[in-house]
């Protein structure tokens, strides 16, 4: 029973995920962030979101340009009926009417703003920081996603090495299993040794099996991520992901306080916010603007009106506002307060997730101590546990536990690697400085 707990805790210790396919595929850890970069559906609506700021920002500012219409119009008409008011001969006598039947008038206005409230510059304000704040949100966006593939990708390495010893364990153990057949036969142990043996045997062919899976299905999330043909398997080599020196290792909150994209998202919210209030207020003002226009006319056979222009002041009050305007200030004011809020909520948020990522990096360290510690420790314990049980002078159980031991510890051993450098990434994600870490590929 303890032999057989020890195995599940050194297998089911390992939480791990992997990768499957027909055609082994490498790719570094920097060319699979860059590919998901380039490639996830993340990034790409992240980056058409963007997009649309963008436009939207420029369509405001096309409000401070000035607006021009041209008009023309061209009727028929069906012999008019004209009666003149004035001209008319005193004498009484009737001169023959013109026959009206046709009108064409010709217009082009134009009309400048001037005044509006400050409504058009704060409204260029409100999506200059809008768009700002979709740009901090993209690379939050890339972020995330970065931290994702590691996740994958430390996964399917975990995965890999977990396999890499299982397999080994296994043939040392079918080995000691076709051992036990020849010592059984001859009666030099008991049967019920020999099924110990086996029973270890066909746990780690199950621990294989589970591990297989976990692979396979990691490998799924990974290709899907990057946009890989499904059938790819991924291998991760070693020097990809454990070979490196880990640098600038952030040690308090303040590069997240401010390098985090999420929390420069918000405050350019918050600026945003400010500028609507600033728009709700502009209604108390008039608007004003200067107006201009060109007039043809032609009436067939009565009037020709050419180069009539105009030009004077427009100006406009909306006195409704006086009174119905304050519960749209409150309203975006409020609103401000909101993003206030949120700023404060998420600034805690990130203080907390900092910390906790210093503490989760430091344990990662001294474990990958202590697991190198215990693999000299358990490698020492199977030695003198196989010699006394070469000699007689310990049991099936002792041997079989010392194996399972032995086994753990290498297992803990190679996943403390990649897990601090884990834990290292996601330090450097939840300070705002995972994407810097990466080269942008050029392709």
């Known amino acids: 029973m303890k032999v057989s707990q020890l195995m599940l805790f050194g297998i089911f210790f390992i939480g791990i995920s992997s990768v499957a396919?027909?055609?082994?595929?490498?790719?570094?850890?920097?060319?699979?962030?860059?590919?998901?970069?380039t490639k996830s559906n993340e990034v790409t609506l992240a980056n058409t979101k963007v997009k649309t700021k963008k436009y939207e920002l420029q369509s405001t500012k096309n409000n401070q340009y000035p607006d021009l219409k041209l008009s023309g119009q061209y009727q028929r008409l069906a012999n008019a009926s004209v009666d003149f008011k004035i001209n008319q001969n005193n004498s009484g006598s009737q001169?023959?009417?013109?026959i009206v039947n046709q009108l064409m008038i010709g217009q082009l206005n134009a009309s400048v703003p001037v005044f509006s409230g400050f409504k058009i510059q704060n409204s260029i304000k409100v999506y200059e920081n809008l768009y700002e704040a979709e740009m901090a949100t993209a690379s939050q966006t890339k972020e995330e996603i970065a931290l994702r593939v590691i996740d994958y990708y430390a996964g399917l390495y975990k995965a890999q090495k977990t396999i890499e010893l299982l397999k080994e364990n296994q043939k040392s153990a079918q080995q000691r299993v076709n051992d036990f057949i020849e010592l059984e036969k001859n009666g030099i142990i008991p049967k019920n040794d020999l099924l110990k043996s086996q029973l270890q045997a066909s746990k780690i062919q199950l621990s294989l099996d589970e591990t297989n899976n976990n692979l396979k299905i990691i490998n799924f999330y990974l290709v899907t991520l990057l946009k890989l043909n499904p059938d790819t398997k991924l291998?991760?080599?070693?020097?990809?992901?454990?070979?490196?020196?880990?640098?600038?290792?952030?040690?308090?909150?303040?590069?997240?306080?401010e390098n985090r994209k999420d929390l420069e998202a918000i405050r350019f919210q918050g600026k945003a916010s400010e500028a609507n209030i600033k728009i709700a207020k502009g209604s108390y003002y008039p608007a004003i603007a200067i107006i201009g226009g060109y007039t043809a006319l032609d009436l067939s056979n009565v009037i020709t009106v050419q180069n009539a222009m105009n030009i004077g002041v427009g100006i406009s009050y909306d006195l409704s506002a006086i009174l119905k305007n304050g519960t749209l200030v409150k309203l975006a004011e409020y609103k401000f307060l909101e993003v206030q809020n949120?700023?404060?909520?998420?600034?805690?948020?990130?203080?907390?997730?900092?910390?906790?990522?210093?503490?989760?990096?430091d344990l990662a360290l001294k474990q990958n101590v202590v697991y190198g510690q215990a693999v000299e420790q358990s490698s020492e314990n199977y030695r003198i546990i196989k010699d006394k049980y070469d000699n007689g002078l310990s049991d099936t159980n002792d041997l079989l536990e010392a194996d399972v031991e032995q086994l753990s510890s290498k297992i803990n051993k190679a996943l403390a690697k990649a897990n601090t450098i884990q834990k290292y990434y996601e330090l450097l994600s939840v300070t705002g400085q995972l994407s810097q870490t990466f080269t942008i590929s050029k392709n």
């Open 21 to 37: 396919a027909q055609e082994k595929t490498s790719l570094t850890l920097n060319e699979a962030i860059n590919l998901a970069w």
């Open 95 to 98: 001169e023959p009417l013109p």
């Open 235 to 257: 291998e991760i080599r070693e020097s990809d992901f454990i070979d490196f020196q880990m640098t600038n290792i952030p040690t308090n909150e303040l590069p997240a306080l």
């Open 342 to 361: 949120a700023e404060a909520i998420l600034t805690d948020y990130i203080k907390v997730q900092v910390q906790k990522a210093i503490e989760d990096y």
